[in-house]
């Protein structure tokens, strides 16, 4: 993912969550459209239990796709 080469903030964890859970983080967005209603912390709650996405990671995603949804 070139844009996040130089990324700062919670984009700059993308390289690695793409190569360590084998997707890109627009699948991960995609999952956590509908998961729209939760808050914050339960995103990353969920994404923690149910894809044993490591808290950083899943902190990183929460953080970028509500920022970019305006939740």
Known sequence: M???DNAKGPASYFPS?????GFPV???FD???QQK???H???VAWLKREYEIGHG????????????EGI
Do not use: Q, T
């Not at 969550?17 to 859970?21: A, L, P, V, W």
């Not at 990671?57 to 970019?68: E, G, P, S």
């Open 2 to 4: 070139s844009e996040s």
């Open 17 to 21: 969550i793409e190569k360590k859970y």
């Open 26 to 28: 627009n699948h991960w």
């Open 31 to 33: 999952l956590l459209k």
């Open 37 to 39: 209603g939760l808050k």
């Open 41 to 43: 912390m339960e995103m």
């Open 57 to 68: 990671h899943a902190n990183a995603l929460v953080a970028h796709f509500r920022n970019r």
